[in-house]
Protein backbone atom coordinates (compact mmCIF):
# COMPACT_ATOMS: atom_id res chain seq x y z
CA UNK A 1 0.00 0.00 0.00
CA UNK A 2 1.39 3.84 -1.23
CA UNK A 3 2.47 5.98 1.50
CA UNK A 4 0.18 8.99 1.63
CA UNK A 5 2.51 12.00 1.49
CA UNK A 6 1.78 14.55 4.55
CA UNK A 7 -1.09 17.01 4.38
CA UNK A 8 1.11 19.77 4.51
CA UNK A 9 4.86 20.07 3.71
CA UNK A 10 6.90 23.46 4.84
CA UNK A 11 10.37 23.73 4.51
CA UNK A 12 12.50 26.45 5.20
CA UNK A 13 9.89 28.78 3.98
CA UNK A 14 10.83 32.60 4.31
CA UNK A 15 8.22 35.25 3.82
CA UNK A 16 9.14 39.20 2.67
CA UNK A 17 6.54 41.90 2.21
CA UNK A 18 9.20 44.55 0.67
CA UNK A 19 12.04 45.51 2.98
CA UNK A 20 10.29 42.98 6.08
CA UNK A 21 10.89 40.04 6.94
CA UNK A 22 7.75 38.02 8.19
CA UNK A 23 8.70 34.62 8.52
CA UNK A 24 11.94 33.32 8.74
CA UNK A 25 13.14 29.87 7.83
CA UNK A 26 9.84 27.69 8.90
CA UNK A 27 9.79 23.98 8.30
CA UNK A 28 6.40 22.12 9.36
CA UNK A 29 5.01 19.12 8.42
CA UNK A 30 1.55 17.68 9.00
CA UNK A 31 0.32 14.21 8.77
CA UNK A 32 -3.27 13.20 7.73
CA UNK A 33 -6.05 13.72 10.84
CA UNK A 34 -3.70 15.64 13.12
CA UNK A 35 -4.79 18.58 14.80
CA UNK A 36 -2.48 21.60 15.04
CA UNK A 37 -3.07 24.81 16.91
CA UNK A 38 -0.79 27.36 16.16
CA UNK A 39 -0.26 30.30 18.78
CA UNK A 40 2.43 33.31 19.57
CA UNK A 41 2.16 36.84 20.15
CA UNK A 42 0.53 39.77 17.76
CA UNK A 43 2.40 40.12 14.86
CA UNK A 44 4.40 37.15 14.92
CA UNK A 45 3.72 35.96 11.54
CA UNK A 46 1.36 33.39 12.85
CA UNK A 47 -1.51 34.14 9.62
CA UNK A 48 1.98 34.65 7.30
CA UNK A 49 2.84 31.09 8.07
CA UNK A 50 -0.73 29.89 7.75
CA UNK A 51 -0.92 31.88 4.07
CA UNK A 52 2.55 30.57 3.12
CA UNK A 53 1.43 27.12 3.18
CA UNK A 54 -1.50 28.04 0.95
CA UNK A 55 0.82 29.91 -1.40
CA UNK A 56 -1.39 32.93 -0.57
CA UNK A 57 1.86 34.89 1.04
CA UNK A 58 5.30 35.74 -0.97
CA UNK A 59 7.76 32.73 -0.26
CA UNK A 60 10.92 34.45 -0.77
CA UNK A 61 12.85 31.05 -0.06
CA UNK A 62 12.14 27.80 0.95
CA UNK A 63 8.69 25.49 -0.31
CA UNK A 64 5.38 24.77 0.49
CA UNK A 65 3.66 21.55 -0.41
CA UNK A 66 -0.20 20.52 -0.32
CA UNK A 67 -0.65 16.63 -0.16
CA UNK A 68 2.59 16.00 -2.12
CA UNK A 69 2.32 18.76 -4.55
CA UNK A 70 4.38 21.71 -4.66
CA UNK A 71 1.43 24.58 -3.45
CA UNK A 72 1.84 26.31 -6.73
CA UNK A 73 1.17 23.14 -8.72
CA UNK A 74 -1.53 22.41 -6.59
CA UNK A 75 -5.57 22.00 -8.36
CA UNK A 76 -7.46 20.01 -6.27
CA UNK A 77 -8.65 23.53 -3.80
CA UNK A 78 -11.71 21.34 -3.28
CA UNK A 79 -9.57 19.10 -0.41
CA UNK A 80 -9.02 22.71 1.70
CA UNK A 81 -11.66 24.90 3.75
CA UNK A 82 -10.05 27.82 4.61
CA UNK A 83 -11.60 30.57 7.23
CA UNK A 84 -9.41 33.79 7.26
CA UNK A 85 -9.25 36.00 9.88
CA UNK A 86 -12.55 38.58 10.78
CA UNK A 87 -14.72 36.34 8.43
CA UNK A 88 -17.27 36.20 10.80
CA UNK A 89 -17.35 40.52 10.69
CA UNK A 90 -20.50 41.31 8.38
CA UNK A 91 -22.49 43.98 8.31
CA UNK A 92 -26.01 43.86 9.57
CA UNK A 93 -27.54 44.53 6.34
CA UNK A 94 -25.91 41.32 4.36
CA UNK A 95 -28.51 40.24 2.26
CA UNK A 96 -28.02 36.51 2.57
CA UNK A 97 -29.34 33.43 4.89
CA UNK A 98 -27.14 31.27 6.88
CA UNK A 99 -28.15 28.44 4.33
CA UNK A 100 -27.36 30.60 1.27
CA UNK A 101 -23.48 30.66 3.19
CA UNK A 102 -23.56 27.60 3.99
CA UNK A 103 -24.24 26.42 0.39
CA UNK A 104 -21.00 28.77 -0.70
CA UNK A 105 -19.05 25.91 0.51
CA UNK A 106 -20.12 23.84 -2.39
CA UNK A 107 -19.08 25.79 -5.05
CA UNK A 108 -15.59 24.21 -5.18
CA UNK A 109 -17.40 20.82 -6.22
CA UNK A 110 -19.74 22.00 -8.65
CA UNK A 111 -17.41 25.06 -10.07
CA UNK A 112 -18.71 28.61 -10.35
CA UNK A 113 -21.24 28.31 -13.40
CA UNK A 114 -22.79 25.13 -12.52
CA UNK A 115 -26.21 25.56 -10.82
CA UNK A 116 -26.30 24.07 -7.48
CA UNK A 117 -28.59 21.33 -7.40
CA UNK A 118 -31.16 19.75 -4.16
CA UNK A 119 -27.97 17.21 -3.12
CA UNK A 120 -26.14 20.94 -2.81
CA UNK A 121 -28.81 21.98 -0.51
CA UNK A 122 -29.33 19.24 1.25
CA UNK A 123 -25.49 18.98 1.93
CA UNK A 124 -25.24 22.25 3.06
CA UNK A 125 -28.02 21.54 5.73
CA UNK A 126 -26.15 18.96 6.85
CA UNK A 127 -23.51 20.72 7.76
CA UNK A 128 -25.46 22.96 9.63
CA UNK A 129 -27.25 20.49 11.15
CA UNK A 130 -23.49 18.81 11.70
CA UNK A 131 -22.41 22.50 13.47
CA UNK A 132 -25.89 23.07 15.38
CA UNK A 133 -27.28 25.75 13.22
CA UNK A 134 -29.38 23.95 10.98
CA UNK A 135 -32.51 26.12 12.59
CA UNK A 136 -30.82 29.55 11.65
CA UNK A 137 -30.50 28.22 7.98
CA UNK A 138 -33.35 31.11 7.24
CA UNK A 139 -32.01 33.82 9.02
CA UNK A 140 -29.95 37.11 7.83
CA UNK A 141 -26.69 35.97 8.38
CA UNK A 142 -25.77 39.68 9.64
CA UNK A 143 -28.49 39.07 12.14
CA UNK A 144 -26.57 36.23 14.04
CA UNK A 145 -24.86 36.39 16.95
CA UNK A 146 -20.42 36.26 16.46
CA UNK A 147 -20.71 32.43 18.10
CA UNK A 148 -23.74 32.04 15.32
CA UNK A 149 -21.94 33.50 12.59
CA UNK A 150 -18.86 31.34 13.39
CA UNK A 151 -20.43 27.95 13.00
CA UNK A 152 -22.23 29.11 10.04
CA UNK A 153 -18.66 29.62 8.11
CA UNK A 154 -17.69 26.02 9.73
CA UNK A 155 -20.99 24.98 8.09
CA UNK A 156 -19.97 26.05 4.80
CA UNK A 157 -16.50 25.06 5.24
CA UNK A 158 -17.50 21.43 5.72
CA UNK A 159 -20.39 21.74 2.59
CA UNK A 160 -17.27 21.20 0.90
CA UNK A 161 -16.09 17.88 2.43
CA UNK A 162 -12.83 19.06 2.80
CA UNK A 163 -9.70 17.11 4.11
CA UNK A 164 -8.30 19.86 5.29
CA UNK A 165 -9.38 23.16 8.04
CA UNK A 166 -7.42 25.79 8.00
CA UNK A 167 -8.91 28.46 10.62
CA UNK A 168 -7.14 32.02 11.45
CA UNK A 169 -8.16 33.02 14.84
CA UNK A 170 -11.99 31.75 14.57
CA UNK A 171 -12.87 32.66 18.10
CA UNK A 172 -12.37 36.79 18.01
CA UNK A 173 -15.47 38.59 19.15
CA UNK A 174 -17.19 35.36 20.26
CA UNK A 175 -18.31 35.19 23.92
CA UNK A 176 -16.43 32.98 26.32
CA UNK A 177 -18.94 30.08 26.51
CA UNK A 178 -19.69 29.93 22.49
CA UNK A 179 -16.17 29.83 22.11
CA UNK A 180 -15.65 27.06 24.33
CA UNK A 181 -18.52 25.17 23.25
CA UNK A 182 -16.51 25.80 19.43
CA UNK A 183 -13.21 24.28 20.43
CA UNK A 184 -15.30 21.19 21.28
CA UNK A 185 -16.84 21.22 18.06
CA UNK A 186 -13.65 20.89 16.28
CA UNK A 187 -12.61 17.95 18.73
CA UNK A 188 -15.42 16.09 17.27
CA UNK A 189 -14.85 17.19 13.42
CA UNK A 190 -11.32 15.71 13.98
CA UNK A 191 -12.20 12.82 15.79
CA UNK A 192 -15.05 11.62 13.99
CA UNK A 193 -14.59 12.82 10.72
CA UNK A 194 -11.04 12.85 10.19
CA UNK A 195 -10.19 16.13 9.31
CA UNK A 196 -7.12 17.68 9.72
CA UNK A 197 -7.20 21.16 11.37
CA UNK A 198 -5.21 23.97 11.58
CA UNK A 199 -6.01 26.51 14.00
CA UNK A 200 -3.99 30.14 14.47
CA UNK A 201 -5.55 31.08 18.20
CA UNK A 202 -4.39 33.85 20.77
CA UNK A 203 -6.52 31.13 23.65
CA UNK A 204 -3.24 29.29 24.43
CA UNK A 205 -4.89 27.12 26.74
CA UNK A 206 -7.86 26.01 24.83
CA UNK A 207 -5.09 25.61 21.97
CA UNK A 208 -3.20 23.02 24.54
CA UNK A 209 -6.14 21.01 25.85
CA UNK A 210 -7.44 20.42 22.03
CA UNK A 211 -5.30 20.31 19.94
CA UNK A 212 -2.92 17.00 19.15
CA UNK A 213 0.47 19.71 18.53
CA UNK A 214 1.29 23.24 19.43
CA UNK A 215 3.03 25.13 17.42
CA UNK A 216 4.99 28.60 18.53
CA UNK A 217 5.57 31.25 16.06
CA UNK A 218 7.68 34.26 16.42
CA UNK A 219 9.06 35.41 13.08
CA UNK A 220 9.89 31.53 12.91
CA UNK A 221 8.79 28.28 14.52
CA UNK A 222 10.39 28.51 17.63
CA UNK A 223 8.66 25.47 19.36
CA UNK A 224 7.08 22.18 17.99
CA UNK A 225 5.67 19.35 20.34
CA UNK A 226 3.09 18.02 22.51
CA UNK A 227 0.66 20.02 24.76
CA UNK A 228 1.94 18.25 27.50
CA UNK A 229 5.65 19.78 26.54
CA UNK A 230 3.89 23.10 25.52
CA UNK A 231 3.51 23.17 29.34
CA UNK A 232 6.06 22.27 30.12
CA UNK A 233 9.20 24.14 28.56
CA UNK A 234 6.95 27.60 29.00
CA UNK A 235 6.82 27.31 25.30
CA UNK A 236 4.48 30.51 25.29
CA UNK A 237 6.76 32.83 27.55
CA UNK A 238 9.37 31.60 24.84
CA UNK A 239 7.49 33.17 22.15
CA UNK A 240 7.59 36.72 23.65
CA UNK A 241 11.32 36.64 23.94
CA UNK A 242 12.02 34.35 26.96
CA UNK A 243 14.17 31.12 27.38
CA UNK A 244 12.44 27.72 26.35
CA UNK A 245 14.20 25.29 28.54
CA UNK A 246 14.48 22.70 26.20
CA UNK A 247 12.86 24.28 22.77
CA UNK A 248 12.20 21.24 20.45
CA UNK A 249 13.73 22.90 17.06
CA UNK A 250 16.82 23.73 18.41
CA UNK A 251 15.84 27.61 17.96
CA UNK A 252 15.93 30.32 20.67
CA UNK A 253 13.31 32.64 20.29
CA UNK A 254 15.15 35.40 22.16
CA UNK A 255 17.21 35.34 18.25
CA UNK A 256 16.93 37.30 15.34
CA UNK A 257 13.54 37.86 13.85
Same mark, same amino acid.
Given at each position: ????????????????????????????????????????? !???????????????????????????????????????????? !????? &?????? @???????????????????????? *?????????????????? *????????????????????????????????? @??????????????? &??? !?? &?????????????????????????? !????????????? *?????????????????? @?????????
Amino acid at each position: MAVKPPTIEARGVTVEYGRERALEDASLTIAAGEFVGVVGP !NGAGKSTLLRALLGLAPIRRGESKLFGSPVHDFTDWSRIAFVPQ !NASQV &DAQFPA @TALEIALLGRVPKRGLFRPLTAGD *RAKALGAMREVGVEKLAG *RLVGTLSGGERQRVLLAKALASDPDLLIMDEPT @TGVDPGARAEFYELL &DHL !NH &DHEITIVLVSHDAEAIAETAHRVVVV !NRRIVFDGTPAAF *REEGALSGAYGFDIRHAR @TGVHPGGEA
